[in-house]
């Protein structure tokens, strides 16, 4: 595989044209998230998500390692898929940490690549459904909708 900035701006793309997959698996992961923990979060829309799609790809070394992940796992197959489990998990969290940004955000968005690993079925290679899930986990974390973090958190500790 040989990055170079026109394969990173073919991957963006890609991304970008996954909206009518992505964006239904991010408002099903927030909906059952916020059932598991009696909250309401906001769903996304399509135009939100491509415009974070054009967020992370603007800041050069997340796309390279966005660009870099999403590849590997769109061309990821393993015959009878269970002895490349590890894998296409690994490279899914990782992905989908990379798109969240730093921590605690990255940390939430491995946990959330596995809950909706749980429910995301794509027909391809044994990357694809971990490809779609990264993408939903990563971009849902970065996107606005949660309460928590559309406020000032009760620890932030004032200057004075």
Not at 89 to 98: H, I, K, P, S, Y
Not at 107 to 113: D, I, S, V, Y
């Amino acid at each position: 595989m040989e990055l170079t900035p026109p394969a990173v701006a073919r991957e963006r793309e890609w991304i970008h044209d996954r909206t009518e997959t992505v964006v239904p698996l991010i408002n099903e992961t927030r909906d059952r998230l916020a059932d598991c923990f009696g909250v309401e979060v906001g769903h996304v829309t399509p135009a939100a998500y491509r415009e974070e799609v054009t967020v992370v790809f603007a800041d050069g070394a997340r796309a390279v390692n966005v660009a870099a992940y999403v590849a590997l796992l769109r061309d990821l197959d393993v015959i009878d898929d269970y002895p490349g489990f590890v894998v296409d998990e690994v490279l899914g969290r990782e992905l989908a940490a990379t798109i969240a940004g730093g921590r605690p955000f990255s940390l939430l968005a491995q946990a959330t690549f596995h809950f909706a690993d749980v429910f995301t079925h794509t027909e391809g290679g044994a990357g694809a459904d971990d490809l779609d899930a990264a993408l939903a986990a990563g971009f849902q974390t970065r996107l606005p909708g949660w309460e928590w973090t559309e406020r000032k958190s009760p620890f932030a500790v004032d200057r004075e």
